[in-house]
T-cell receptor, first 112, second 110 residues
Framework: DGGITQSPKYLFRKEGQNVTLSCEQN?????MYWYRQDPGQGLRLIYY???????QKGDIAEGYSVSREKKESFPLTVTSAQKNPTAFYLC???????????FGSGTQLSVL | GEDVEQSLFLSVREGDSSVINCTYT??????LYWYKQEPGAGLQLLTY?????DMKQDQRLTVLLNKKDKHLSLRIADTQTGDSAIYFC??????????FGQGTTLQVKP
């Protein structure tokens, strides 16, 4: 089945720890995105990448890092500099000339 | 700047029609979208409308676009309990990223 796979579904972070959220797609989509969702709020863009080995900051990039070494993969690292990391993280992808965005099922990150 | 606004909550009875409203600010948006999110899940693309259209119908869903007022609505006919979810509208910015509203929680009472 084609789709976007996020793992793990639930993740816990200790103080001062970096954690990495995985996002893999087998849709041959060019662009990939990371959004953060907090309760009662819309989605806020963290980082996006339109091509391999290139990515841009979104609206709330501080405390996060990404890489795009392969077209299929766009992992997000939540660093210890992100002081309020508890949120639902959504990965999405699309074909560049088609603006429809498709989402993974999300990762819930909580702080211990 | 770019901004999308939605009301936060809507409650309807099963079988009634639901209308979820959205306003946006970027008049250069080419597409506007409606997504559905069920608890603990990702977002599912429900429907979309191209900016040169006024209306789009897809089974029980009707999207109306008023470009002059920058107003978008989603009507769900014969609302069912399975339609209970959060509905997000989104506009596509010129650089291709989507700007989302806060989401409208639709509660369907039996």
């Amino acid at each position: 089945d084609g789709g976007i796979t996020q793992s793990p579904k639930y993740l816990f972070r200790k103080e001062g720890q970096n954690v990495t959220l995985s996002c893999e797609q087998n849709l041959n989509h060019d662009a990939m995105y990371w959004y953060r969702q907090d309760p009662g709020q819309g989605l806020r863009l963290i980082y996006y990448s339109q091509i391999v080995n290139d990515f841009q900051k979104g609206d709330i990039a501080e405390g996060y890092s990404v890489s795009r070494e392969k077209k299929e993969s766009f992992p997000l690292t939540v660093t210890s500099a992100q002081k309020n990391p508890t949120a639902f993280y959504l990965c999405a992808s699309r074909v560049l000339l088609n603006e429809k965005l498709f989402f993974g099922s999300g990762t819930q990150l909580s702080v211990l | 700047g770019e901004d999308v606004e939605q009301s936060l909550f809507l409650s309807v009875r099963e079988g009634d029609s639901s209308v979820i409203n959205c306003t946006y600010t970027d008049s250069s948006s080419t597409y506007l979208y409606w997504y559905k999110q069920e608890p603990g899940a990702g977002l599912q693309l429900l429907t979309y409308i191209f900016s040169n259209m006024d209306m789009k119908q897809d089974q029980r869903l009707t999207v109306l676009l008023n470009k002059k007022d920058k107003h978008l609505s989603l009507r769900i006919a014969d609302t069912q309990t399975g339609d209970s979810a959060i509905y997000f509208c989104a506009e596509a910015s010129p650089v291709g990223k989507l700007i989302f509203g806060q989401g409208t929680t639709l509660q369907v009472k039996p």
